[in-house]
């Protein structure tokens, strides 16, 4: 998602920006609402890039500019980021040395920049998960912001924010209305299914199907395991200078980076099978292909050959429901997932 779609898609909120930044009155916190994770955190990463950018004419961002290339490459050295990076996927208030949380976060708008009259940017993704106490630490900085800083605050759920943090930022609203599954291994994951719904009563075939599933979920695991190596890098290979106390606070933090990374993918995971089997129920109740939501997750030749039945449906909704209850509530994924694929070929 770039400027084009944006542009295409939120005409009003991408020409206001614009005029707002022509005229220099952009202001110093935003709030970005989306009812779709990768259209709110792409749309966080164009509004940084109109703060940014030094173009002098109306493109904002132009994608050409110094400080474009190095924003488009993650390479901006006054960009910092605030994130669930726990098993708890909170974000705490912590300490200033403590990295990934809100006394941390906040303490690097404090710094001297690399740059002369470089615009500090700070973004603050899922916001929604930073505990009270953060939020209230993060009020004074809210409204007294550290000079040439902005920050942005992205959300899909702004009902878990203070109203005295929301009063303190402009609302930029780019709902969809629709949720996008292009993550890694949905393609697999929707395949899977696919194959489900059509699936005979048979042991050997659930099993199969129990181990694909499981897979896809192991999967997940390992992406977020790569991520956060790549991300910390840098911090990987200092780990041998580090004494045994040092080693094991970096260690905890790492796993914990890690932990909340995979929840997170995990959780788009779940969206996504409840999603499918929800469809198959609006299908059921006489909803055309083309009017569904999502209908480039399903296989329209296997649909061919389904025979749609309310009561089914009706039955595969609830099991999808039971499945996304079981998961969020750290039931073991394992026994999640049998009892989800058992469900599907012999009870319904």
Excluded at 80 to 88: D, G, R, V
């Amino acid at each position: 998602m770039n400027l084009e779609y944006f542009s295409k898609n939120f005409p009003y909120v991408v020409d206001s920006l614009k005029a707002a930044r022509t005229n220099n009155r952009l202001a110093h916190a935003y709030l970005v609402y989306s009812d779709d994770s990768e259209t709110r955190k792409s749309f966080a990463y164009l509004l940084a890039g109109i703060f940014t950018c030094t173009a002098k004419g109306e493109t904002f961002p132009c994608g050409i500019c110094g400080r474009c290339i190095s924003m488009g490459k993650g390479t901006y050295q006054d960009l910092y980021k605030l994130e669930p990076a726990s098993k708890s996927r909170r974000i705490t208030i912590g300490k200033e040395n403590e990295p990934n949380t809100m006394r941390w976060f906040q303490s690097r708008f404090y710094y001297s920049s690399m740059v002369s009259d470089a615009k500090k940017i700070g973004i603050v993704f899922e916001a929604d998960r930073l505990v009270t106490e953060a939020q209230n630490a993060f009020l004074k900085t809210l409204e007294e912001p550290p000079k040439n800083s902005n920050f942005i605050l992205v959300t899909g759920n702004r009902k878990m924010l203070l109203p005295t943090i929301l009063s303190r930022c402009q609302l930029i609203s780019v709902v969809t209305n629709k949720t996008t599954y292009d993550f890694n291994h949905s393609e697999t994951l929707f395949s899977i299914l696919n194959g489900l719904l059509l699936s005979e009563r048979s042991i050997a075939k659930a099993d199969s199907i129990i181990t694909s599933l499981g897979d896809v979920f192991s999967s997940l695991n390992n992406d977020a395991q790569e991520e956060i190596s790549e991300e910390w890098k840098d911090e990987l290979e200092k780990t041998s200078e580090m004494d045994s106390s040092e080693k094991k606070q970096f260690s905890a933090a790492f796993e914990g980076a890690v932990a909340s990374s995979y929840l997170l993918k995990r959780e788009k995971a779940i969206n996504a099978i409840y999603v499918w089997f929800s469809e198959v129920f609006q299908m059921s109740l006489g909803i055309s292909f083309k009017d569904l939501a999502n209908p480039e997750i399903f296989d329209q030749e296997i649909l061919k050959e389904y025979k749609f039945d309310v009561d089914k449906a009706s039955k595969l909704l609830s099991f999808a429901e039971r499945f996304s209850s079981a998961m969020k509530f750290n039931i073991d994924e394992s026994l999640a997932i049998h009892e989800l694929v058992m469900n599907v070929i012999f009870k319904s």
